[in-house]
């Protein structure tokens, strides 16, 4: 995995354990540590902090803490940077990565079900009222887990980055 520090960029992992809750001076934060792996099979740790924002608060990550836990896949976008310190005579390197976005990753059911079979699973293209009844009274897009105004944007950079189809998972030529 290529990991550049100061530069924003799409992590992709899996939670090392439940969000944790910390006070950081008068602030609290929620932090976590998300599992890379990389093509030659070594895991890189990035640890994530979720800070409030002069908004909202921590209502901003409320709902992606609560729908995450210890190996969930997400997706983060955000700025990594590394800090270095010495244990036992060795450097080591933390990487940490403070996010803009953070998202669940929605897997589907490799046999096609229909939501009526109890799997909370529509099959695609089965029911498009349901999903789009679901989009205007969550704001979310059924598909993706993101919000409705950001999907298109969102698909197109993590495609761009990634050089594959958000939707397959096929590497785009």
Not at 57 to 74: A, C, D, N
């Amino acid at each position: 995995m290529d990991i550049t520090s100061n530069k924003v960029q799409w992590i992709t992992g899996n939670l090392g354990r439940e969000w944790e809750t910390k006070t950081a001076g008068d602030k609290r934060v929620y932090q976590n540590s998300i599992a890379c792996n990389s093509d030659d099979e070594t895991t890189t740790w990035l640890r994530v902090t979720l800070w409030p924002d002069d908004e909202r608060g921590l209502g901003k990550w409320l709902p992606i803490t609560q729908q995450t836990g210890r190996g969930t896949l997400i997706h983060v976008k955000g700025k990594i940077t590394t800090h270095s310190y010495q244990q036992d005579g060795e450097i080591k390197t933390q990487y940490r990565i403070s996010p803009y976005e953070v998202s669940k990753n929605i897997t589907h059911s490799k046999r096609d079900r229909t939501h009526i079979e109890g799997t909370g699973v529509i099959s695609a293209g089965l029911d498009a009222h349901y999903k789009a009844r679901f989009a205007a009274n969550t704001g979310i897009d059924y598909d993706t887990g993101y919000p409705v105004d950001q999907v298109d944007v969102i698909v197109a950079e993590f495609e761009a980055e990634n050089h594959m189809n958000y939707y397959t998972g096929k590497l785009q030529g």
